[in-house]
Nanobody, 121 residues
Framework: QVQLVESGGGLVQPGGSLRLSCIPS????????MGWYRRTPGSRRDMVAR???????AYSESVKGRFTISKDNANHTLYLQMDKLEPDDTAIYYC???????????????WGRGTQVTVSA
């Protein structure tokens, strides 16, 4: 069973920075992509950034130029460097992984439990 654990959230003032981490565990044979999503109360979970094995990362328009997604290929740890944070960035941030847990298995979608990011003066 693949599990994802996010960390790095917290309270930060507008203009500040945070770095989120997502550490996967369990059996992972092949990764298609990993990403960060966020959700505010009453809204759906929206993509923030996504990193692929065969193309450039993708970002939502609202975070382009401020957030950077990266991945440690040695242990599959996913990061999200968030700079110039704004109050509208306040949300629960979730890590996502699309992978084959074993050779020959289908690709599955996995989610972490989320980490709270609050941007407030």
């Amino acid at each position: 069973q693949v599990q994802l654990v996010e960390s790095g959230g917290g309270l930060v003032q507008p203009g500040g920075s945070l770095r989120l981490s997502c550490i996967p565990s369990g059996s992972i044979f092949s990764i298609n992509s990993m990403g960060w999503y966020r959700r505010t109360p009453g809204s759906r979970r929206d993509m923030v950034a996504r990193i692929f094995s065969d193309r450039e990362p993708a970002y939502s328009e609202s975070v382009k130029g401020r957030f950077t997604i990266s991945k440690d290929n040695a242990n599959h740890t996913l990061y999200l460097q968030m700079d110039k944070l704004e109050p509208d960035d306040t949300a629960i941030y979730y890590c996502n992984l699309v992978c084959q847990p074993n050779s020959g298995s289908p690709y599955y979608d996995y989610w972490g439990r989320g980490t709270q990011v609050t941007v407030s003066a």
